[in-house]
């Protein structure tokens, strides 16, 4: 499972902060071939694309801890996420359920290193980002059961370019990030850590303060992946929007609304042909609470929850996450 995670980015002290229509035998089949590197999402997390039994790269949901902070220039922050989610159902093209004794848990911690470079031209500066995730699954379905404890894939931000307005009430990045096959996989192993893929996720954080106590922050990201070759599986592309609206209590405690909404935007192909009537094209959907508290100008935790509804082609579940970050 891969993740592009952020974690919360803590406070902001004047400057930037310091997820062909098959028969039941066709689809025990395709789950027992292809990696559940699942959603984690983290991070997170970590996985999702309709494809290969709904994994993804992206970690959907972890980003929505100002998210359009990084590191002033010089300076490196610490990034931890730990996510737990389960499910008990995997949702077809109508959402009903799929999979028969589906159930899939996911125990992912993942550390994030970010460092913002000192050059910077006007209000724009450069920062890179590498995430490490170490991911313990258990997957069962009506192929078997599995269970997998090693390195996810990585993600690797080396050009993150950052901005923030002269009134510091805006902040933004874009990052042209990449997830690399660096995870276990094997093409018979029913759960897999890795996605024996290539991926590219460019995306666009953004954070604003419209008053002293209100945050609105966004993360918008495509995911575009490289096919499978060992079982010639392309999964589609797909877009995710994560989002908070968070209102601070003190200058310490902040409560919030966040969640993320997922849609696969191009169809899952195997040996070039179109899989499923739909292509398999996943969808979710999540919102929960959030608390945020700050021990520190630019070090804090997050707790969040996050359920899972207007699922299709994916696991349905419930995420909680545990962040972290400080400085270096």
């Not at 209590?249 to 849609?263: I, Y």
Request: positive net charge; glycine residues 10%.
């Amino acid at each position: 499972m891969r993740f592009t995670l952020r974690l919360p980015g803590p406070a902001v002290s004047g400057s930037r902060l310091h997820d062909n229509n098959r028969s039941g035998d066709d689809m025990k089949y395709a789950l027992r071939r292809v990696p559940l590197a699942l959603l984690i999402a983290g991070a997170v997390h970590v996985p999702a694309s309709a494809a290969e039994s709904g994994q993804i790269s992206y970690p959907f949901g972890v980003n929505t801890v100002l998210n359009g902070l990084l590191p002033p220039p010089g300076h490196t922050q610490y990034f931890n996420y730990s996510l737990y989610y389960t499910a008990n159902r995997f949702a077809g093209p109508d959402g009903g359920g799929a999979v028969p004794g589906f159930h899939l848990s996911v125990v992912a911690e993942t550390p994030r290193v970010v460092h913002t470079w000192g050059a910077t031209l006007g209000p724009f500066s450069l920062s890179s980002s590498a995430i490490v995730p170490i991911v313990r699954l258990h997957l069962s379905t009506p192929g078997g059961t599995g269970n997998r404890t090693s390195l996810g894939d990585v993600i690797l931000e080396p050009f993150m370019i950052d901005y923030a307005n002269a009134s510091q009430t805006f902040f933004a990045f874009f990052s042209p990030s990449f997830a690399v096959p660096t995870g276990a996989y094997a093409v018979n192993r029913i759960a897999n850590p890795g996605l024996n893929t290539y991926a590219f996720l460019p995306y666009l954080s953004t954070t604003w303060f419209p008053g002293r106590d209100w945050e609105i922050s966004t993360t918008t990201l495509l995911e575009l992946n490289s096919p499978n070759h060992a079982t010639r599986y392309h999964s589609g592309a797909l877009a995710v929007l994560d989002y908070l609206i968070g209102y601070s209590l003190d200058r310490r405690v902040q409560v919030g609304v966040q969640g993320t909404f997922l849609k696969q935007f191009t169809d899952d192909t195997q040996d070039g042909v179109k899989v499923g009537a739909d292509g398999f094209r996943g969808q979710t959907v999540a919102i929960g609470p959030q608390l945020r508290v700050m021990w520190g100008p630019a070090s804090g935790v997050v707790v969040k929850y996050q359920h899972e509804f207007a699922v299709r082609n994916r696991p349905q579940g419930d995420k909680l996450w545990v962040q972290f970050s400080f400085p270096l």
